[in-house]
């Protein structure tokens, strides 16, 4: 199986592009710190004209959930994130799925027993706690199974060959561990945060294939990395002490010639910059941490998504770009090949970067100015089927094109602006309190025969109209426009009121007009 392994990709080979992969666990929902990892995995591979591949780490069978691989995928689908290799496009490179490749992993693993360089180990839990337990006496802080610990242990650097041979032979249990060197210094140049430089004595002995028969990520994504030629891998700042381990191994299996550059991403922070974003603060303060929807398929727990809050998925994309990056410019609204002209990780910062919710919102709202009044009404149209609503296209089109500007979603021109589909039932109180005065009803029906009488129902005749009727009796824009308003949208606030009466036409208005006068008391 080694064998094979290696023809898969020859050690001497260069890689003749960028290649760089997304690597989710499928244990629940892609919250927006993933989706940032994948967004600029993509970014960094198209500005090189590279290669974006998903590969589904799902070696922690325990915590593997039903549906969250087909989740991520859809999520990466809406946010417009390309894949050229997966589970589901395939590619030369495959398996994408590690349960899939565990054949491939334990020969890589034996290997480094046999070169000296990792060991078997039989412990079982109830022994680990007792070690843990007699470091902490001994005035430990945080117990290791390392140089110090390994030898008083039940391993094959502790027991004889003899000994390691009857237990394997017997089925007993073992995982192999890193054999971690004493006392050197293991150095890395990271692409945002410069040279890392870690002492193996504060490492551990990692697991690296555990005895249930599969990987942990630090041998499986190594040996993935190395066998799917990726060249770059961008991820969360959590895996940064992880990192030497993998160099450690790319040295150990005598891949170093071909070991990826690493970048290692800023978290995203709570709003107040106090810790890292989590879901609970999402619930606490009113807002998405997921790209879609997501289901619990466990307690049947539904959690918001940007998607179904009626986002862009452009804005959200454009949105989390700026949570870590910056262009180095005064812009802020890039269309996704815009980022991708312009991305590099050069201009990612080391400091985790706050979520900023009224920003996301801000950055719908530019979005959705930027399309077309038809894309706009076709989204609406949607809104109004659903609450029963057969309206002509035009109508709702027109409708859009007075709202977008005050819209920061679609939804609001269906929740703010009902009444141009349907006319108002209830009357703004405080409009009504300041403005609907006793002499109000007599200039309101005045108004109203005036309309009525116009051939023109155009907007700037309908004003011309209005002002007319305040100049000839002496009257304030400010004393009837908002009786006006309030009688026809039963708002106090709005789009131009000339246009929404144009918009209803004649006879909406009139009769809008007539009911209020009977109901505004």
């Not at 040279?195 to 990692?206: A, H, L």
């Not at 381990?245 to 995203?268: C, D, N, Q, R, S």
């Not at 998405?288 to 804005?315: C, H, Q, R």
């Not at 035009?394 to 589909?421: H, I, P, S």
Request: a neutral charge.
């Amino acid at each position: 199986m080694l064998e094979k392994a290696y023809l898969c990709c020859p050690k001497n080979q260069k890689m003749s592009k960028v290649r760089v992969r997304f690597a989710p666990s499928p244990t629940g929902p892609l919250h927006i710190g993933g989706v940032r990892t994948a967004l600029y995995n993509y970014l960094f591979a198209r500005s090189k004209g590279g290669k974006m591949i998903l590969r589904i780490e799902d070696t922690d069978q325990k915590r593997f959930v039903e549906g969250a691989e087909e989740y991520l995928i859809d999520a990466l689908k809406w946010c417009g994130i390309e894949l050229d290799e997966s589970v589901v496009d395939g590619g030369n490179f495959g398996p994408y799925r590690q349960s899939e490749r565990r054949d491939i992993y334990k020969p890589y693993a034996e290997k480094l027993v046999k070169d000296g360089f990792a060991y078997y180990a039989f412990d079982t839990t109830e022994e680990l706690n007792e070690m843990r337990e007699r470091m902490r006496l001994a005035g430990v802080p945080s117990p290791q199974y390392n140089a110090v610990t390994r030898n008083t242990m039940k391993n094959s650097l502790a027991l004889s060959e003899d000994e390691v041979s009857k237990k394997i032979n017997a089925g007993d249990k073992y995982v192999i561990r890193i054999k971690m060197p004493r006392n050197e210094e293991i150095k890395f140049n990271d692409i945002i945060r410069g040279w890392v430089v870690v002492n193996t004595n504060n490492m551990d002995d990692k697991v690296l294939f555990k005895s249930d028969g599969m990987p942990t990520y630090h041998l499986a994504n190594v040996i993935d990395d190395y066998l799917m030629n990726i060249s770059h891998v961008i991820r969360g700042e959590e895996w940064l002490p992880s990192a030497p381990t993998h160099v450690l191994l790319y040295k150990y299996l005598g891949w170093e010639g071909k070991m990826p550059e690493f970048a290692h991403l800023p978290l995203i922070l709570k709003p107040d910059g106090n810790g890292k974003l989590s879901k609970r603060d999402g619930d606490r303060l009113g807002f998405p941490v997921f790209p879609i929807e997501w289901k619990n398929p466990l307690t049947g727990d539904v959690s918001d998504g940007y998607k179904e809050g009626g986002y862009i998925s452009a804005a959200f994309i454009n949105m989390l770009a700026f949570l870590g990056w910056n262009p180095g410019t005064t812009q802020e609204i890039f269309s996704m090949q815009e980022l991708i002209n312009i991305f590099t990780l050069e201009r990612v910062g080391k400091a985790g970067a706050k979520f900023d919710f009224e920003k996301t919102k801000w950055f719908n709202q530019q979005y959705l100015r930027l399309k077309s009044k038809k894309e706009l009404a076709k989204d609406l149209q949607a809104i109004l089927k659903e609450n029963d609503l057969t309206i002509e296209d035009d109508f709702v089109t027109n409708v859009c094109e007075q709202l977008k500007e005050r819209a920061t979603f679609v939804k609001d021109m269906w929740e703010e602006g009902r009444y141009y589909f349907e006319p108002p039932v209830n009357y703004d109180e405080k409009t009504i309190r300041k403005k609907w005065k006793e002499e109000t009803p007599k200039y309101i029906l005045e108004l109203k025969d005036r309309l009525s009488d116009l051939l023109d129902f155009s907007s700037e005749s309908i004003e011309i109209e209005f002002k007319k009727h305040i100049e000839e009796n002496k009257l304030a824009m400010g004393f009837l426009l908002p009786a006006f308003r309030v009688a026809l949208t039963g708002l106090g606030v709005g789009p131009s009121l000339f246009d929404i009466a144009a918009l209803l036409g004649k006879e909406e208005t009139i009769k809008r007009m007539e009911i209020a006068l009977k109901r505004i008391r």
